[in-house]
T-cell receptor, first 114, second 110 residues
Framework: EAQVTQNPRYLITVTGKKLTVTCSQNMNHEYMSWYRQDPGLGLRQIYYSMNVEVTDKGDVPEGYKVSRKEKRNFPLILESPSPNQTSLYFC?????????????FGPGTRLLVL | QKEVEQDPGPLSVPEGAIVSLNCTYSNSAFQYFMWYRQYSRKGPELLMYTYSSGNKEDGRFTAQVDKSSKYISLFIRDSQPSDSATYLCAMSGSWGKLQFGAGTQVVVTP
């Protein structure tokens, strides 16, 4: 089954404790992206990757890091989480990043930073 | 000011009515326009995609883009309770980068 998986689905942590949210897709997609979703603000793009070792900033990259060492995986790293990073996070992928292509979204990771 | 503005609703309509959704934007570089549907506790899914201005129809859904007014619309005909969801507009001027609206919550009552 074609899918995007994210782990963990729910996470409660404390300020400053480094964490990683994993994202994996099994569709051999070149393009992957991370978003955060907050009430009243909709989805905002954090980082995206056009292929292995090719990443670029979205609209809200501050406080986040990503890496793309393998085509299927695109982890999101919070080196020193802060309460303003409490949010719902989605990973997405598509074949090549073309805007007419369907982006497949993961189930979301709900993060609470205390 | 946000680049993409969308009324968050909620928008409540009776079953069978036409649902009318819209977004305005400020960046004239946007050329690609999309509508996504998001059910509660799920990720968004692409509904409609339009390049540049014009109309596009797919079943009960019609998307319109008016670049001169920087205004896009989505119409849902013969609405069903299963159409109850949050609808997000999205747009882009460059490969890979997407700007989303805040989303409009739609409730279709039987």
């Amino acid at each position: 089954e074609a899918q995007v998986t994210q782990n963990p689905r729910y996470l409660i942590t404390v300020t400053g404790k480094k964490l990683t949210v994993t994202c994996s897709q099994n569709m051999n997609h070149e393009y992957m992206s991370w978003y955060r979703q907050d009430p009243g603000l909709g989805l905002r793009q954090i980082y995206y990757s056009m292929n292995v070792e090719v990443t670029d900033k979205g609209d809200v990259p501050e406080g986040y890091k990503v890496s793309r060492k393998e085509k299927r995986n695109f982890p999101l790293i919070l080196e020193s989480p802060s309460p303003n990073q409490t949010s719902l996070y989605f990973c997405a992928s598509s074949f090549s990043g073309g805007l007419e292509e369907t982006q497949y979204f993961g189930p979301g990771t709900r993060l609470l930073v205390l | 000011q946000k680049e993409v503005e969308q009324d968050p609703g909620p928008l409540s309509v009776p079953e069978g009515a036409i649902v009318s959704l819209n977004c305005t934007y400020s960046n004239s570089a946007f050329q690609y326009f999309m509508w996504y549907r998001q059910y509660s506790r799920k990720g968004p899914e692409l509904l409609m995609y339009t390049y540049s201005s014009g109309n596009k129809e797919d079943g009960r859904f019609t998307a319109q883009v008016d670049k001169s007014s920087k205004y896009i619309s989505l119409f849902i005909r013969d609405s069903q309770p299963s159409d109850s969801a949050t609808y997000l507009c999205a747009m882009s001027g460059s490969w890979g980068k997407l700007q989303f609206g805040a989303g409009t919550q739609v409730v279709v009552t039987p």
